[in-house]
């Protein structure tokens, strides 16, 4: 996680926005739509799983991050439990709830990986992230002019 630069790039909040969508692809068909109260929860949690994925990366304490990360797994379960909702109510079929069933369980499990590999790193948090001093900056410009330009995972160091 120190290298990742904002949270868009972290797999799990890409996948968490891919299941938000599927969300809101079917709850914009006619007969979905009208349940007003199951539309409205069931976006809401599935926002809520890449907001707090967003929201915990943006905190200054691994404490934090842990927090939010685990709301977002909470809210997957929340997603996929209205999901059975609308398959019982008829608004989608047994193969949109299947799909949209893994993706949620898949996001959950990405989510629990990234938790427990934050339970043992080192990682503080932005917060204990120590500002580079002038010097220390302008060496590490000169050392990116001699890295190989085919390998750029090398520059963030």
């Known amino acids: ?14 996948k968490a926005r891919e299941l938000t969508k599927i969300i809101y692809d079917y709850t914009k068909r006619k007969n979905f739509s009208y349940d007003y109260g199951l539309v409205d929860q069931i976006r809401r949690a599935s926002v809520s799983v890449m907001s707090n ?5 943006e905190r200054g304490t691994k404490e934090e991050i842990l927090y939010f990360l685990y709301i977002a797994k909470a ?11 609308a398959f019982d109510q008829k608004y989608i079929d047994e193969k949109e709830l299947n799909q949209a069933v893994q993706l949620a369980k898949y996001v959950s499990s990405l989510i629990f990986k990234f938790i427990n590999s934050l339970k043992v790193s080192k990682y503080k948090g932005l917060k204990f992230k120590k500002e580079l ?10 050392i990116k002019q001699y890295l190989p330009k085919d390998k750029p995972y090398l520059q963030d160091f």
Do not use: D, H
Request: hydrophobic share 40%; charged share 30%.
């Open 1 to 14: 996680m120190p290298t990742t630069k904002s949270f868009e790039e972290l797999f799990v909040w890409q």
């Open 53 to 57: 994925i967003a929201e915990g990366f």
């Open 75 to 85: 809210s997957c379960g929340e997603v996929r439990a209205q999901l059975y909702v």
């Open 133 to 142: 001093t002038k010097e220390q900056k302008e060496f590490q410009e000169l």
